[in-house]
């Protein structure tokens, strides 16, 4: 009779004690397969396996995930787990069919350990639910909502594609096939996705030195390298679609700006080179003048040593001074003229600078608030355009909140406007923090901000203003040594679809003098 595991494992602790061996787990997994009857397996080599496992590369988000698949086989001592993470990290795929690869890699770590003991029975195994073609129809719709992410230049890619969607949808699809048939393109998935985000890095790689090559340009033009760092900052990922419309946006404003600067440059090089040619044209007019004049003197000067007598003299002296005096009119005039074209050169210098002036200024704050660095107004109703049209579009929701901070007249009387501006930069700055990066920040007046929060509906949009709320308890205002509480009170409203921006700010404007009048630092949903 066959003797049960737990008399089994009696029976070795003895032969242990009697063999005075330590109880190590290699000599109580020994002398339990001698007591039991079954061969002795050797130790599983936990540690060198570790040490293999830590020495492959992990470049790529698929050598990353083979690395962490086989160091939890290793962990589970699963001889199968680690062959199977093995031939997935060299690129080749596990064969369909038990054990499971995807499934030996599963088990939580009791169970693991578990059927590792000699004499500890393992719980059974938790059946699947049935694979209804539902199901499968779910997984179809996965991978064409992922298709358009991975590009189309890859042909057998798109083929595998075509050919596990068409398995997907057969009726009575075989689940033992579409198994194969999901390993092999999970695997062909994960260097398509690799080479989609290699792809997009080197993009804004490319992007960002167009940008670096175009500030080198002007190195005198400060308004440019401006627009140069909102483009790299704007750049910068997590990229959305809102920030490459932004992106686009401040890119047309530079070439713009740009060549609104050269056309007022070439002009004003054009109006130089016309002085020049003019004041070229003088000076030779005033050669010959001086030339003719000498000639005259010189004349004269022959006719007086000829004259025998004073009445010879007088018609002499006569064209000497009329020479003289024609000759003087021309200096002044030329004179004058020159004056003027100094005049004009140095009205066209300053136009050119007050022009940089202006671009400086203009760069910095045609869209944004000069105290808060948050949208102004102008900023605001384009960023409300940008929204609604994707509102429109993809039929996402779009939630607009405006926050008004309460008693901050007290706030200014009390400690003074220069903190009163202090404060307001306060609120923004963690406004920003605790916002979504495609969230939108806009001072809407004095001490009233707007947030645009896109993919947001109603009670999210409540919930998003609380944790701001909350984030401005934890964080004081420091005056001086002082420390100010700064609270708000709010109203978010939910842009209908056929909602114009001015309507949802005036809904939102009226949840908020709502939530003033009920006791202040509280949000109300319009």
Same mark, same amino acid.
């Given at each position: 009779m066959n003797k049960k595991p737990f008399e089994i494992a009696r029976e070795t602790l003895k032969q242990l004690t009697a063999r005075k061996l330590a109880p190590t787990p290699a000599n109580y997994q020994s002398v339990y397969s001698e007591v039991a009857g079954v061969p002795t397996l050797p130790p599983f080599p936990a540690d060198r396996l570790r040490e293999i496992a830590q020495a492959l590369p992990a470049k790529t988000p698929g050598q990353q995930r083979h690395r962490a698949l086989l160091e939890s086989a290793v962990g589970q001592m699963n001889w199968d787990g680690v062959k199977s993470a093995l031939l997935a990290y060299a690129g080749f795929t596990p064969p369909a069919g038990p054990p499971d690869a995807a499934m030996a890699l599963a088990p939580a770590a009791a169970v693991g350990s578990a059927a590792l003991v000699p004499g500890v029975a393992a719980p059974s195994a938790i059946s699947a639910p049935a694979l209804t073609a539902e199901f499968f129809e779910q997984i179809a719709r996965l991978l064409d909502y992922a298709r358009p992410a991975l590009g189309s230049d890859d042909e057998r890619f798109n083929q595998q594609t075509q050919e596990v969607l068409k398995m997907l949808r057969q009726p009575g699809a075989d689940a033992v096939v579409v198994k194969r048939l999901l390993a092999d393109f999970g695997h062909r998935l994960s260097f398509a996705a690799e080479e989609q985000v290699e792809v997009r890095a080197g993009l804004l790689k490319l992007l960002h030195l167009i940008f670096e090559n175009i500030g080198?340009?002007?190195?005198?033009?400060?308004?440019?390298?401006?627009?140069?760092?909102? *483009?790299?900052?704007?750049?910068? !990922? !997590?990229?959305?679609?809102?920030? *490459?419309?932004?992106?686009?946006?401040?890119?047309?404003?530079?070439?713009?700006?740009?060549?609104?600067?050269?056309?007022r440059e070439l002009q004003a090089h054009e109006e130089m080179r016309q002085m020049l040619a003019a004041f070229v044209a003088r000076l030779s007019q005033m050669t010959e003048s001086t030339s003719t004049f000498h000639s005259k003197l010189d004349e004269s000067a022959r006719l007086i040593e000829q004259a025998k007598s004073l009445t010879d003299v007088a018609p002499v002296l006569k064209e000497v001074v009329g020479a003289t005096r024609s000759m003087a009119q021309d200096t002044l005039s030329a004179r004058d003229e020159l004056r003027g074209m100094r005049e004009k050169a140095l009205t066209t210098e300053a136009e050119i600078a007050k022009l940089h002036q202006e671009l400086d200024r203009v760069s910095i704050q045609a869209r944004h608030d000069s105290l808060t660095g948050a949208l102004n107004r102008k900023g605001l109703d384009e960023a409300l355009v940008r929204e609604l049209s994707v509102l429109r579009r993809k039929e996402t929701p779009l939630c607009m909140a405006l926050l008004d901070i309460d008693n901050f007249k007290k706030i200014n009387d009390q400690l003074g406007h220069q903190s009163g501006d202090a404060a307001l930069v306060h609120l923004a700055t963690v406004a920003r923090e605790v916002m979504r990066p495609q969230d939108t920040l806009a001072r809407y007046g004095g001490e009233e901000f707007v947030l645009l929060l896109p993919d947001t509906a109603l009670d999210k949009g409540v919930e998003a203003m609380t944790r701001l709320q909350r984030e401005l308890t934890k964080r004081f205002f420091m005056s001086g040594a002082e420390k100010v509480l700064i609270t708000f009170s709010a109203g978010v409203a939910q842009v209908a679809a056929d909602e114009t921006g001015p309507d949802a700010i005036k809904r939102a404007d009226q949840a908020m003098y709502l939530a003033k009048r009920a006791g202040k630092n509280r949000v109300l949903a319009a």
């Open positions: 080198e340009l002007s190195l005198e033009d400060q308004w440019l390298k401006g627009q140069i760092e909102s *483009l790299k900052v704007a750049s910068l !990922p !997590p990229l959305t679609l809102r920030r *490459l419309d932004e992106v686009e946006r401040l890119l047309r404003d530079v070439i713009f700006k740009q060549a609104e600067a050269k056309g």
